[in-house]
């Protein structure tokens, strides 16, 4: 069992920047594949960015790439997502996701593979 609990939303002008954070519990946080999705009112959840187990890959939605940046630190059960000039359209419920993948595995972008959620952090960009 792993739970996850994000931190670090709120509220930020347009072109400004945020620091989510997910800490995990549980002694086997490198045994999984971490992701950030998102959920705009209205909207299905999307994928934003993964990590690979190691960190060694990293992937990024097209509307993000070049703005956002995802790492983890395994020592610290912890994965962040560094999210820069930000953008009205980057609003939303930000979710951390924990995905049981093998050594070598690619990791998904499809929320249906994730075995465990965060509760959600709210992200408002205002214009």
């Known amino acids: 069992q792993v739970q996850l609990v994000e931190s670090g939303g709120g509220l930020v002008q347009a072109g400004g920047s945020l620091r989510l954070s997910c800490a995990a519990s549980?002694?086997?946080?490198?045994?999984?594949?971490m992701g950030w999705f998102r959920q705009a009112p209205g909207k299905e959840r999307e994928f934003v960015v993964g990590i690979s187990r190691t960190g060694g890959s990293s992937y990024y939605a097209n509307s993000v790439n070049g703005r956002f940046t995802i790492s983890r630190d395994n020592a610290k059960n912890t994965v962040y997502m560094q999210m820069n000039s930000l953008k009205p359209e980057d609003t939303g419920v930000y979710y951390c996701?924990?995905?049981?993948?093998?050594?070598?595995?690619?990791?998904?972008?499809?929320?249906?593979?994730?075995?465990?959620w965060g509760q959600g952090t709210q992200v408002t960009v205002s214009s």
């Open positions: 996701a924990a995905e049981n993948k093998s050594p070598g595995r690619l990791c998904s972008v499809l929320p249906e593979s994730y075995d465990y």
């Open positions: 549980g002694r086997t946080f490198s045994s999984y594949c």
